[in-house]
């Protein structure tokens, strides 16, 4: 079982979708109906069946255990026969790799087994370290190895500024899913972790994603500041003197870093050829709004149908709805929409079960925030399976605390590291 898991891991990480179309599997929405589905959901779907079987006697256990993610799982399917009783079935086979294949994976994702945890982190950080590594590369380069499946939308729609699109074929696909391994790093107290931040922004950088970039910095210093001063400044206060220079120093290496790179090379071309509010991306994404004064109150709570979108979308001269959101309402309706809201937020909350209230609100904010400025949730993306998989990953290695024995006489005798966990929770499925 956990072999599977890590197969299906690797899949959802590494096995994407420009890969597949090179190799012959016409993933997306350009392929038969069978290929919609990347295999990663295959492999998730019949390693979910699996454990139903292979675990029968412990079903209703295992309902109430994973209740969010039968709950989501239920919604998903309650939601996919509406759209077909709609007919409203184009561009919906998203929903599958996005949603359905989430749900499933935090139903036979364990809790906490430190083996597989540590297994699932070093994929999650080879993953990020070669996403990044690509990047890079390909912005030295000016070529895109891996351009999206229809037309080379980099270089005609992105004119002012070339971006890399590394393994899973978007930029802000690839930045959505940095974003998610970025959030539970700088929480974790994993190797290297400031150089995996400074690559990770650089990583951003090459991807032109000023939404993933302004996020993550504004709300990590938010977090820090009521964190360090507000919260609880003594809390998990175990850094040495020694310790603090070398972060301060990275601290300092990184922000030069940055700065030469953004103001004297290519890649902040994307960041400094506009401005924060641009006409072309930003202002469309406004625009995309307008679209709600041709829906009536129906329309918006229950959705629209695929041709009544398409018309609105040639009478705004819009090409793309780049906000999930909309699109979510368009197709499924606010009630659905506020459903699956309210759903996935329970799940990913559910999941961070070892983390304290404002770790979890700064990690979920973190991800709908960037989420929400591009179209991201609305196509074929793994980044809420890469969230579900980061929750496992970096599970062992959240908390390390000093703790000092005294002998007899009350004096100071050892002091040694130990883990914590605020809320201990070592079920396995």
């Known amino acids: ?40 959901t295959y492999i998730i779907a019949l390693s979910f069946v699996f454990v139903l079987f292979a675990k029968a006697g412990d079903f209703w256990s295992i309902l109430y255990r994973k209740k969010y993610g039968f709950t989501l799982l239920a919604l998903c399917l309650v939601l996919w026969m509406y759209v077909v009783l709609e007919n409203r079935t184009n561009s919906i086979s998203f ?13 036979i994702l364990p809790k906490y087994d430190r083996k597989l945890n540590i297994a699932v982190q070093r994929l999650i950080l080879a993953f990020f370290v070669i996403d990044c590594l690509f990047a890079v590369v390909e912005r030295l380069l000016s070529h895109n190895f891996f351009p999206p499946l229809y037309l080379n939308v980099l270089t005609i729609y992105y004119e002012q500024a070339f971006r890399s699109t590394a393994l899973l074929g978007h930029p802000l696909n690839n930045a959505l899913n940095l974003i998610v391994i970025m959030g539970f790093i700088y929480l974790s107290r994993v190797k290297y972790k400031n150089l995996l931040l400074l690559l990770g922004m650089v990583g951003l950088l090459c991807f032109g994603s000023r939404g993933a970039i302004y996020g993550f910095i504004s709300l990590t210093c938010l977090h820090y500041i009521i964190y360090r001063y507000l919260y609880n400044r003594n809390t998990f206060n175990v850094i040495g003197s ?10 300092i290496f990184g922000g030069l870093t940055l700065i030469v790179l953004l103001f004297y090379t290519h890649f902040g071309d994307r960041l400094l050829s506009v401005s924060v509010y641009d006409e072309g991306s930003a202002g469309a994404r406004v625009r995309i ?8 109150a129906h329309e918006i ?12 979308k040639t009478r705004l001269d819009l090409e793309i709805i780049e906000n999930f959101w909309l699109q979510w309402v368009l197709r499924f309706g606010l009630v659905f929409t506020f459903l699956l809201f309210i759903s996935i937020t329970a799940l990913l909350y559910n999941r961070l079960y070892y ?10 904010a973190l991800f709908f925030l960037v989420a929400s400025t591009n179209n991201s949730l609305a196509t074929s993306t793994g ?14 290695f959240r908390y390390l605390v000093k703790i000092s024995t005294s002998d007899a006489n009350g004096n100071p005798r050892a002091i040694h590291s130990a883990n914590s966990y605020p809320n201990p929770n070592l079920e396995l499925i």
């Open 289 to 296: 709004l307008a679209i709600l004064d041709y829906v009536n």
């Open 242 to 251: 020694t310790n603090k220079f070398y972060t301060y120093l990275y601290f």
């Open 383 to 396: 980044a809420i399976s890469t969230f579900i998989l980061c929750t496992a990953g970096f599970n062992p």
């Open 301 to 312: 709570l229950w959705g629209l149908s695929s041709h009544r979108i398409d018309i609105l």
């Open 95 to 107: 929903m599958a790799d996005t949603l359905i294949a989430s749900a499933m994976l935090a139903i």
């Open 355 to 364: 983390l304290y209230i404002n770790e979890r609100l700064y990690l979920i």
């Open 1 to 40: 079982m956990k072999n599977l898991i890590l197969l299906f891991s690797f899949f959802s990480l590494f096995v994407f979708t420009p890969l597949l179309n090179k190799l012959g599997y016409l993933g997306g929405d350009t392929g038969p109906a069978y290929f919609k589905i990347l295999p990663s």
